[in-house]
């Protein structure tokens, strides 16, 4: 019983955020959080752009949400592996939590975080960026 309230409370939160971003530029908007580590560094994190690549997503530009966070797009997949290995059950799920959640592709998931991170901060990353944005 509590499974079930808890996902239906997920599912009315994700209904909700989607519904805010759909209709609010958080570029623009005073209410969406703003990057702390941006604010006291000037660089970007690994997330940031996410908030606005969800507003262009779910407005129909895809090329400008994938550009305003690629990381994102392309860890995606791994992330919803990792949901759906952590809460359905079954005999395939065991096996394919053994190998989503394995140690080396934890380690390689972080790995390729703080690459990302590095990148994202490097003049190239901001020239490949002016062209797409």
């Known amino acids: 019983m509590r499974r079930g309230v808890a996902a239906a409370i997920a599912i009315v939160a994700a209904v909700g955020i989607v519904l805010i971003y759909k209709h609010f530029d958080p570029t623009f908007s005073h209410f969406a959080p703003k990057c702390p580590f941006h604010l006291l560094t000037g660089y ?38 990792i949901v759906l290995t952590t809460f359905a059950k079954g005999k395939h799920i065991e096996n394919l939590r053994s190998i ?3 140690r080396y592709a934890v380690y390689g998931y972080i790995t390729l975080f703080f690459i990302w991170w590095v990148v994202r901060n490097t ?11």
Request: aromatic share 18%; charged share 10%.
């Open 44 to 81: 970007d994190c690994p997330s940031c752009g996410i908030q606005r690549a969800m507003y262009a997503a779910l407005n129909g530009d895809l090329k400008r949400a994938f550009w305003l966070n690629p990381f994102v797009a392309l860890v995606m997949p791994y992330f919803l592996l």
């Open 100 to 102: 989503v959640q394995h």
């Open 123 to 133: 003049t190239w990353w901001q020239d490949v960026l002016s062209q797409y944005l």
